[in-house]
């Protein structure tokens, strides 16, 4: 399953240069298991690119509820 998810272009950035290796979200699809395709949209606020700018894997998921 491929997943796109909206970031500001300063939380976009510092995934992709790797200096925030975690991304917290409060809701993710149901049926989203390891391995699969997570594609970063950089909304266009704040100096945004308005388009997909990075995918990466996703490679754990930790449930804190």
Request: glycine share 10%; proline share 3%; aromatic share 8%.
């Amino acid at each position: 399953m491929n997943v796109i998810i909206s970031l500001y272009n300063h939380w976009s950035q510092q995934i992709l240069s790797g200096i925030k290796p975690l991304e917290f979200r409060t809701k993710l699809p149901k049926d989203i298991t390891i391995g699969d395709t997570i594609y970063l949209y950089e909304t266009r606020k704040h100096d945004g690119a308005g388009a997909i700018v990075g995918e990466c894997k996703l490679n754990g998921i930790i449930n804190v509820l």
